[in-house]
């Protein structure tokens, strides 16, 4: 962490920098990457003018990711933390309830992260919260875009209670993450410098690529393709029931695509820390000499995209590929094991989808 301090002190990375860091571990998705890049390189100019006690223009870049399940939204994130050397929490908004009712208060979040930090309040305050499933806070009600409808704990007084957070403000919150109710240990954590990046699929509004069915005929390739270039607008997320306030404070909105073949196939194989390498390792241990051929990956990879898991089914789907190989390894020694187009078919035959949604 003083490492990192010292290096922000002296010139943040740059978004190049930072794009490149990402490119090793986050397949396709550039538009994504290089805008998360920026907003990640404004946060660091801004955090260091504070730290010079410099007065400066420079608003929060807090981030919206919006993709379908399987993007890269969580991954891109948690890279961004190790990048940046920064405190990192994950949470899901679909836990939190508006003040005053059963719950979690959005402080608790922030508790998260603190305790991430080791309880330092100082790295606390520029680290990065991971909001996943904000969709899921939309408005419910139906009642005036005033908020005059009836109550909505669950939606958009999350949204209200998130506002605060969002735009920077000194908060207290719990020392103590399972003791949220106990009032009497409590810190002060000011969030003006902590970076909230909030992801959702919005999948009524990202599955504009199938509207109408699939193109068929002559000119339906380029149909489908400006389809594909179609991007989300404010309105859009404001008629989906995301208040207005909300994001206004959210001001870089990234929107990630659907990954091909092509991209779920590198994710499985470039990657320093790609699951195939994790499988070669596990088996050299047990001096196995692991092949993965790429008639097999491709196999993985299209059982993948016929199911809309995208890059998150791999692992799930790869473990139930070799789960009678590890079994069997240890009493297995000094073989060659080829993990090929037929093998993977007859592992996948016998697959339920609910093992992989679960």
Same mark, same amino acid.
């Given at each position: 962490?003083?490492?990192?301090?010292?290096?922000?002190?002296?010139?943040?990375?740059?978004?190049?920098?930072?794009?490149?860091?990402?490119?090793?571990?986050?397949?396709?998705?550039?538009?994504?990457?290089?805008?998360?890049?920026?907003?990640?390189?404004?946060?660091?100019?801004?955090?260091?003018?504070?730290?010079?006690?410099?007065?400066?223009?420079?608003?929060?870049? #807090?981030?919206?990711?919006?993709?379908?399940?399987?993007?890269?939204?969580?991954?891109?994130?948690? #890279?961004?933390?190790?990048?940046?050397?920064?405190?990192?929490?994950?949470?899901?908004?679909?836990?939190?309830?508006?003040?005053?009712?059963?719950?979690?208060?959005?402080?608790?979040?922030?508790?998260?992260?603190?305790?991430?930090?080791?309880?330092?309040?100082?790295?606390?305050?520029?680290?990065?919260?991971?909001?996943?499933?904000?969709?899921?806070?939309?408005?419910?009600?139906?009642?005036?875009? #005033?908020?005059?409808?009836?109550?909505?704990?669950?939606?958009?007084? +999350?949204?209200?209670?998130?506002?605060?957070?969002?735009?920077?403000?000194?908060?207290?919150?719990?020392?103590?993450?399972?003791?949220?109710?106990?009032?009497?240990?409590?810190?002060?954590?000011?969030?003006?410098?902590?970076?909230?990046?909030?992801?959702?699929?919005?999948?009524?509004?990202?599955?504009?690529?199938?509207?109408?069915?699939?193109?068929?005929?002559?000119?339906?390739?380029?149909?489908?393709?400006?389809?594909?270039?179609?991007?989300?607008?404010?309105?859009?997320?404001?008629?989906?029931?995301?208040?207005?306030?909300?994001?206004?404070?959210?001001?870089?909105? +990234?929107?990630?695509?659907?990954?091909?073949?092509?991209?779920?196939?590198?994710?499985?194989?470039?990657?320093?820390?790609?699951?195939?390498?994790?499988?070669?390792?596990?088996?050299?241990?047990?001096?196995?000499?692991?092949?993965?051929?790429?008639?097999?990956?491709?196999?993985?990879?299209?059982?993948?995209?016929?199911?809309?898991?995208?890059?998150?089914?791999?692992?799930?789907?790869?473990?139930?590929?070799?789960?009678?190989?590890?079994?069997?390894?240890?009493?297995?020694?000094?073989?060659?094991?080829? +993990?090929?187009?037929?093998?993977?078919?007859?592992?996948?035959?016998?697959?339920?989808?609910?093992?992989? #949604?679960?």
């Amino acid at each position: 962490m003083e490492s990192s301090a010292r290096r922000e002190e002296a010139a943040p990375l740059t978004p190049r920098e930072i794009f490149e860091r990402l490119d090793r571990f986050v397949i396709g998705q550039d538009a994504a990457k290089r805008a998360v890049a920026i907003a990640a390189h404004n946060h660091l100019k801004r955090i260091q003018a504070r730290r010079m006690r410099r007065q400066s223009l420079i608003k929060k870049s #807090n981030i919206l990711l919006i993709g379908p399940t399987g993007s890269g939204k969580t991954h891109i994130a948690r #890279n961004l933390a190790d990048i940046l050397q920064v405190p990192f929490t994950t949470v899901d908004a679909t836990e939190y309830t508006e003040a005053g009712y059963y719950g979690k208060d959005v402080e608790v979040m922030v508790s998260d992260l603190l305790f991430k930090a080791n309880h330092s309040v100082e790295d606390t305050q520029r680290g990065i919260i991971f909001i996943d499933e904000v969709d899921k806070i939309a408005r419910r009600t139906q009642g005036a875009r #005033n908020g005059a409808g009836s109550r909505d704990i669950g939606g958009e007084g +999350v949204q209200q209670s998130l506002l605060k957070l969002l735009e920077g403000r000194e908060v207290h919150v719990p020392m103590n993450v399972t003791q949220a109710w106990n009032k009497s240990d409590f810190v002060q954590v000011d969030t003006r410098d902590i970076l909230f990046i909030c992801a959702g699929t919005f999948s009524d509004l990202h599955d504009f690529g199938d509207e109408g069915g699939r193109a068929m005929g002559f000119g339906s390739d380029a149909l489908t393709a400006k389809r594909k270039e179609k991007r989300i607008s404010t309105k859009q997320l404001v008629d989906f029931g995301m208040m207005a306030e909300f994001l206004g404070r959210m001001p870089v909105l +990234v929107q990630l695509e659907r990954l091909g073949e092509s991209d779920l196939l590198r994710v499985l194989t470039e990657p320093p820390d790609a699951i195939t390498r994790e499988f070669k390792e596990l088996l050299s241990l047990d001096e196995i000499e692991l092949e993965f051929p790429e008639s097999g990956l491709r196999e993985v990879v299209r059982y993948s995209m016929s199911r809309g898991l995208g890059a998150r089914g791999l692992r799930s789907i790869l473990e139930h590929v070799m789960s009678d190989i590890m079994f069997e390894a240890p009493e297995r020694r000094h073989r060659q094991v080829t +993990v090929d187009a037929e093998f993977v078919k007859a592992r996948l035959a016998s697959l339920d989808d609910v093992e992989l #949604n679960a």
